[in-house]
């Protein structure tokens, strides 16, 4: 199938480079013209593993970009894959979708039909409410609309998108099902263990939400749990296995912490509990469970607290990332300790295997190191933000370090004698 891809960030461009990778012709549109140059050019905009092998594998072939919108008409159907932030208040900002969906309504306006699928994570409602009536402003009245969330992770979008265990097609016919269907079957086929949730378009837009809440909450559970154990010096991560083994829990988001970040799990809860809030619910439970998660970085400075003065100190910060096998830095931990540390009078030292250069431009006071071992050498303390393998095993490095003392909030690091270590868990 031909198939048209509006918007090229992490969700756009992993999916435009799978689909083509099926054996789809594949068009990104993006008003972002370095974007569409590095996609012509074969070269991945966003670091993703497996993802630039794709892009340089399929472009100028079954893949290629563009900022005209007139290129969706040589296409069977479109994916609106645009940016849906949160507001000061946690709602979503749904601007820049319709603005896509206008110039896609006129870019198709005449036409007879046109499937119109919803990528973008929106708020029940909106794909009826917002995105419709964006299409018939531009002049396009015969779209079919389906909503179709996606459960992409950063550092292992490709991955997800290729093995997935569901694909969830939202939508008001039999028809439109079907088209969904054929759009998928090159990926179906190759993973027939994938359940195949056919639903409402409501239903479509709420289930990504209460999978991310579900797994949010989860971990501010078990948070919960490690900082109770943390108090009575229990292993947390021993109690942990040991409950996973209950099929009904599972050890999955079950590794507790400095806590969760990223773009979705902060971006959704807070767009879930405002739109909750608009309807005149409290919604108690994910209210607390941003609680746990908000104080974790401070449990994590509070313990360096009672090893070492920091005022005045170097003190290294390992990890940028909200996760590793990810540049992104949307929601990271990294941020709040930072700024915990800066408060105390510390002067910061940071690195991070990929996502330096990004966090240099959001955060340009902070100091910058090229690798684990310049960041550690003088400094009196060091936390570990990002579970990044090169972590676990540091070695020697931390011989470079005045007093050795190691804050790990993420239980990677390997202990070795002459080092005070502490955890969040430990």
């Known amino acids: 199938m031909k198939l048209s891809i509006v918007g090229s960030g992490y969700v756009g461009t992993t999916i435009a480079a799978c689909f083509a990778d099926l054996g789809h012709e594949v068009v990104n549109v993006d008003i972002d013209e370095d974007i569409v140059e590095a996609i012509n050019d074969g070269r991945a905009p966003i670091h993703e593993p497996g993802l630039d092998e794709r892009i340089a594998e399929h472009a100028g072939g079954r893949l290629r970009a563009t900022t005209d919108y007139k290129a969706v008409l040589e296409t069977d159907a479109t994916f609106l894959a645009l940016p849906t932030p949160s507001r000061e208040d946690g709602s979503i900002d749904t601007s820049i979708m319709e603005v896509g969906a206008e110039s896609l309504g006129e870019a198709l306006a005449g036409q007879d039909d046109h499937l119109v699928v ?64 054929d759009v998928y079957e090159p990926l179906l086929s190759e993973a027939p263990d994938a359940a195949i949730v056919e639903t409402g378009v409501r239903e479509a837009e709420m289930i990504k939400y209460a999978n991310n809440a579900f797994l949010a909450s989860k971990v501010s559970l078990v948070n919960d749990l490690g900082n109770i154990c943390k108090e009575f010096d229990v292993d947390a991560y021993e109690v942990a296995d040991a409950i996973a083994h209950d099929d009904r829990i599972s050890g999955r988001f079950l590794r507790s912490g400095v806590g969760w970040g990223g773009s979705c799990f902060p971006k959704d809860i807070a767009a879930i509990i405002a739109a909750a809030k608009q309807e005149g619910y409290d919604p108690a439970v994910l209210e607390a469970a941003v609680e746990v998660n908000d104080g974790q970085p401070e449990r994590l400075l509070d313990l360096l607290d009672d090893h070492v003065d920091v005022t005045g100190e170097r003190v290294a910060v390992l990890g940028l990332s909200f996760k590793p096998g990810t540049d992104d830095i949307r929601g990271t931990r990294a941020i709040p300790v930072i700024d915990g540390l800066q408060e105390r009078g510390a002067n910061v030292v940071a690195y991070d295997p990929v996502a330096t250069e990004k966090m240099a431009e959001e955060r340009p006071d902070v100091a910058y190191a090229e690798s684990a071992r310049e960041a550690l050498d003088g400094a009196v303390g060091a936390v570990v933000v990002t579970d990044w393998d090169e972590f676990a095993a540091l070695n020697d490095a931390f011989d470079a370090m005045a007093e050795p003392v190691v804050v790990d909030g993420r239980r990677i690091v390997e202990r070795r004698d002459g080092i005070t270590y502490e955890g969040l868990t430990w």
């Open 118 to 181: 919803v990528k973008s994570t929106v708020v029940p409602g909106t794909t009826e409410n917002v995105v419709e009536p964006a299409l018939e402003r531009g002049g396009f009245e015969n779209a079919t609309v389906a909503m179709n969330p996606e459960f992409l992770r950063m550092g292992s979008a490709v991955s997800d998108f290729i093995d997935p265990d569901k694909v969830v097609f939202g939508a008001r016919d039999d028809d439109t099902y079907a088209e969904l269907r």
